[in-house]
């Protein structure tokens, strides 16, 4: 589907929580913002493998800060990183949350941004998306059915 970047802003609301996450071969990590990118949690990230365990733990991590949060609506935002994320992109499609995609050479060539350094930290990425999200700089993303195993 095709947004203007107006819509692509748009997408994130008061009700809405915006969730970064990094993509890792065996381990992700997560972050929680609001609409305003405050920090939901009191860690700095949350983690979960990639696996049908990781995620369901993943699931239950962000549907406890949605009640918490008195929030109705999850974006969730990823570089998509090799072949890992998509056993990740199956299992948010099918529990109805909405996953959507940063590009990876703008993830490269931003990160000296916040602080002027060029280390790529798994915080510091997660603090990107967010705002990437925030600003509606996203692709959209549909599972394509020749991409997902069953």
């Not at 199956?90 to 931003?110: A, C, E, G, W």
């Not at 509606?136 to 069953?150: E, L, R, V, Y």
Request: net charge positive.
């Amino acid at each position: 589907m095709n947004y203007t970047q107006n819509e692509k802003i748009e997408q994130v609301t008061d009700s809405t929580i915006v969730v970064g996450v990094d993509i890792g071969s065996q381990i992700h990590y997560a972050r929680a913002f609001d609409n305003r990118g405050r920090e939901l949690t009191k860690i700095v990230f949350f983690s979960f493998h990639n696996d049908l365990e990781g995620f369901n733990s993943f699931n239950l991590w962000v549907e406890t800060l949605k009640t918490e949060n008195n929030k109705t609506a999850v974006l969730i935002g990823c570089e998509p990183t090799g072949h890992y994320w998509f056993a990740f992109a199956k299992y948010v499609n099918d529990h109805q949350k909405r996953l959507v995609m940063v590009n990876p050479f703008s993830v490269k060539k931003i990160k000296e941004l916040d602080d002027n350094s060029p280390k790529k930290t798994d915080s510091k990425i997660l603090k990107q998306l967010q705002n990437w999200l925030w600003r509606g700089d996203i692709q959209s993303h549909t599972c394509q059915k020749a991409f997902m195993p069953k």
